[in-house]
């Protein structure tokens, strides 16, 4: 073969060879996660949002519009790719490109919920704070997007932070309310459902935290501020005017004015069939089903970040005004 001839033949040959690396080499732009294997929510609109930028999470990758820009392990984030709460790389990302103030999540429904909060705590800080999870419709096999709202994130810690004024509840409104929300809570798959206690303190605020822990989600409602207990207990009846009521029984106590209520599911309550009633929803009603409430989101790190929103849309659903959220980055275990 003359040298000519022979040149032009090697340089074909590692042209073929540099596009089959290239072609190797590139990342498919198809979502590596499935619809059946996104949350479920009751909470979803079906329009995509327009204009957002595109997080998926898998067990082995964070990517951003298609290109992933960190390698998990099995959902979690390697310590080297954190700096404090910060994904950096993730926000590198997000500010190298054109601005954007909404970004739409496509998680894996079994991801860590600490992974979760901190893709969350670096959108925040990158500006990008309209979030839309991609969630099943229902008990449905189609996609929706459960928009986040109103919210708020930082590391997990004891003292409750309020939220906005318009979203605050007193504690009187419960009183009303209570034995409905206790009937409608035991109507499904119930761990424990406040009963209505004869004696609740009076005055003060409202703190509503939900739980997601293990198998389980809980409401609690707590009172704070107010008058003390001792001010705000009633004082008992007289059965008749002028005679005391009789004494109570031996051995038996007055119980102090309640100042809690919490009512606690299994984890399927929140992702009813097409024929079984959202419980979660039914209790929250009477409290939050025409006035926005504010809640504090709690779970362990490992908590599946599917039963966290599945509890979020059972709580909130279509119908409901938007709570106001206050989100907490569970520490590392």
């Known amino acids: 073969m003359k040298p000519l001839r022979l040149l032009l033949v090697l340089g074909l040959s590692l042209a073929f060879v540099g596009c089959d690396d290239e072609e190797e080499n590139q990342e498919s732009t198809d979502p590596l996660v499935g619809v059946m294997e996104l949350p479920i929510a009751y909470r979803y ?52 490109g054109p601005a954007r103030r909404g970004a739409k999540l496509r998680i894996l429904g079994s991801t860590p919920w600490r992974t979760t909060t901190l893709v969350l705590q670096t959108l925040k800080e990158a500006g990008v704070t309209d979030i839309a999870f991609e969630v099943r419709q229902g008990a449905g096999t189609e996609a929706g997007y459960m928009a986040l709202g109103t919210w708020d994130i930082r590391e997990q810690e004891d003292e409750f932070h309020e939220p906005p004024a318009t979203h605050v509840r007193n504690w009187d409104e419960l009183a009303p309310l209570w034995e409905e929300m206790y009937g409608a809570c035991r109507e499904g798959p119930y761990v424990d459902c406040a009963f209505k206690p004869g004696n609740i303190a009076e005055g003060g605020q409202m703190h509503m935290t939900l739980f997601a822990r293990g198998n389980g989600v809980k409401i609690d409602l707590q009172r ?8 705000s207990a009633p004082a008992a009846p007289a059965m008749i005017d002028g005679i005391a009521p009789p004494e109570p029984a031996e051995g038996e106590e007055e119980l102090p004015p309640a100042t809690t209520a919490a009512f606690t599911w299994r984890y399927e309550a929140t992702t009813p069939g097409p024929e079984e009633e959202n419980v979660v929803a039914k209790t929250m009603r009477p409290l939050c089903g025409a006035q926005a409430c504010g809640a504090l989101v709690e779970a362990e790190a490992q908590t599946p970040t599917m039963r966290v929103i599945s509890f979020l849309g059972a709580a909130f659903p279509n119908g409901t005004d938007a709570p106001y959220l206050m989100l907490q980055i569970p520490p590392k275990l």
């Not at 704070?224 to 001010?231: A, T």
């Open 45 to 96: 609109e079906t329009a995509a949002p327009s204009g957002a930028v595109e997080i998926e999470v898998s067990p082995s990758n964070l990517r951003v519009d298609a290109h992933t820009v960190v390698e998990l392990d099995n959902g979690k984030i390697p310590d080297a790719a954190l700096v404090g709460g910060t994904v950096t790389e993730l926000k590198h990302a997000l500010e190298s």
């Open 224 to 231: 704070v501020g107010g008058p003390d207990i001792e001010e």
